[in-house]
């Protein structure tokens, strides 16, 4: 079993930043990806970022240049410092994880998800 804790999104204003966290925690044996995706209302769920544990990284298009993933392998935790945030970035934010738990298996798992919200 294994738990994704997502933390840090709110409202703000166009333009400004906001930082998210994803805690993953459970009987983890090694994490190969951790990754950020969103959905707005009406959309399908998108990749913004991802990462990997020997530190490869994905971006979306749309991101690249005003969001940074980054990742602290002794936390289990990946963030995602969002800069220069538009209204077109409102949506609801997940984590999601992939990696092998201590029984051998695989495992992928999402968080609950967060709420950002860019306006003025």
């Known amino acids: 079993q294994v738990q994704l804790v997502e933390s840090g999104g709110g409202l703000v204003h166009p333009g400004g930043s906001l930082t998210l966290s994803c805690a993953a925690s459970?009987?983890?044996?090694?994490?190969?990806?951790m990754g950020w995706y969103r959905q707005a209302p009406g959309n399908q769920r998108e990749l913004v970022a991802d990462?990997?544990?020997?530190?490869?990284?994905n971006y979306a298009d749309s991101v690249k240049g005003r969001f940074t993933i980054s990742r602290d392998n002794a936390k289990n935790t990946v963030y995602l410092q969002m800069n220069s945030l538009k209204p077109e970035d409102t949506a609801v934010y997940f984590c999601?994880?992939?990696?092998?738990?201590?029984?051998?298996?695989?495992?992928?798992?999402w968080g609950q998800g967060t709420q950002v919200t860019v306006s003025s």
């Open positions: 990462i990997t544990k020997v530190g490869r990284i």
């Open positions: 459970g009987s983890i044996f090694s994490i190969y990806t």
């Open positions: 999601r994880s992939q990696g092998i738990v201590r029984s051998g298996g695989r495992y992928e798992y």
